[in-house]
């Protein structure tokens, strides 16, 4: 395996609810390598969002530590990870778009906020929409665009900040398969071409197969297995894995007698 890019050492995390607490992540160790796309999957309640969150400090983890490219973000500053942060893009599955402005003020938004000109932030823009296909909905706004399409809008704006590394939190989940093939292979092509490290959280076996070429499994907080997406897929050792396989094929056999 290659030097890892994303390191995580024995994270913890527990949250208070009604009944108690809730161990969402129970000392999970894995390490991404640069320019791996990786998958994280588990089911509901597997704690696969949490730890996600934990990538970028969006959560701060109880214990454990976060790593990327050599830089421990637990001993940043608010300000330096700020900075960290501008590099690190997450896209969600509710695309998260600003309502009142249209595409191009959308995409336009996080270099706004840096301070970069209006000329250069819309021509930076322009060049996002075309590259996820989306050049002619420049003046549109999001209650006129399809799911699909507010995504990718989601994607280009994350994109604003030449980001090194890209979070997926179930970022096609809301989407129907058709769409959802299309954002995979928009952020295949984002990999090859950007040299991107791409994370994706997803509970669907099917996005794994599709574009991961490494993955994690998770069950309850711990991890279950963690390697080759090759090889878990064909090869599972963990009964979570196996489940997940099981839940695929039955999905699979549905659509196929349908």
């Keep these: 395996m290659e030097t890892a890019y994303i390191e995580v050492q024995k994270l913890s995390k527990t949250y208070s609810a009604k009944n108690g607490t809730v161990e969402a992540l129970k000392e999970i160790s894995l ?8 998958g994280i999957i588990g089911l ?3 704690g696969k969002s949490t730890l996600v969150r934990c990538l970028n400090l969006l959560e701060k983890p109880d214990s454990g530590t976060v790593i990327i490219n050599g830089e421990d973000l637990l001993t940043l500053s608010k300000e330096q990870l700020r900075i960290r942060r501008q590099k690190i893009g997450m896209i969600f599955q509710h695309f998260n778009l600003l309502e009142q402005q249209t595409v191009l003020e959308n995409v336009c938004f996080p270099l706004e906020i840096r301070g970069i000109p209006v000329k250069q932030r819309k021509e930076k823009a322009l060049q996002l929409l075309k590259q996820v296909g989306l050049e002619d909905k420049a003046k ?20 604003a900040n030449d980001p090194d590394i890209l979070l997926c939190d179930e970022a096609t989940s809301a989407l129907d398969p058709e769409t959802t093939k299309i954002i995979l292979n928009l952020l295949k092509e984002i990999h090859d071409t950007m040299g991107i490290t791409i994370v994706i959280i997803t509970h669907e076996m099917k996005v794994i197969q599709e574009i991961c070429t490494q993955m994690a499994v998770l069950h309850k907080g711990s991890l279950q297995e963690c390697g080759s997406a090759e090889e878990i897929l064909k090869n599972p050792k963990s009964k979570a894995a196996k489940r997940l396989l099981m839940i695929k094929e039955t999905e699979e056999e549905t659509d196929y007698v349908g």
């Design 44 to 46: 509901s309640g597997a």
């Design 31 to 38: 390490s991404i390598p640069q320019n791996e796309i990786f």
């Design 140 to 159: 549109a706004y999001p209650s006129q665009l399809s799911g699909g399409q507010k995504q990718r809008v989601a994607i280009a704006r994350v994109l």
